[in-house]
Nanobody, 120 residues
């Protein structure tokens, strides 16, 4: 079994910052790409940022220059530093990871989501 657990969401004022964390645990052999997605009420889930095992990252245009994705391969963890938050960033944020288990089966795993609310 593999689990992804996110933390770090909350309520923040516009212009503020939050740091999301995602830790994978279980029968993990290796983790390829990790990413953060978000889903606002009434909207489709969208990619926020992703990062390869080697550290190459990709961002949605709406968050470039404000958000930074990073990962710690030794800890099976990914992070999303969010600065200059805007009300439009309000959403449930989900961690995603492409994981090879110890049984050499590859799968796409999701966390349970963490709420980020940007409001004054």
């Amino acid at each position: 079994q593999v689990q992804l657990v996110e933390s770090g969401g909350g309520l923040v004022q516009p212009g503020g910052s939050l740091r999301l964390s995602c830790v994978a645990s279980g029968s993990i052999y290796s983790i390829d790409d990790m990413g953060w997605y978000r889903q606002a009420p009434g909207k489709q889930r969208e990619l926020v940022a992703d990062i390869t095992r080697g550290g190459n990252s990709n961002y949605a245009d709406s968050v470039k220059g404000r958000f930074t994705i990073s990962r710690d391969n030794a800890k099976n963890a990914a992070y999303l530093q969010m600065n200059s938050l805007e009300p439009e960033d309000t959403a449930v944020y989900y961690c995603n990871a492409k994981i090879w288990t110890r049984f050499f089966i590859s799968g796409d795993y999701w966390g349970q989501g963490t709420q980020v609310t940007v409001s004054s």
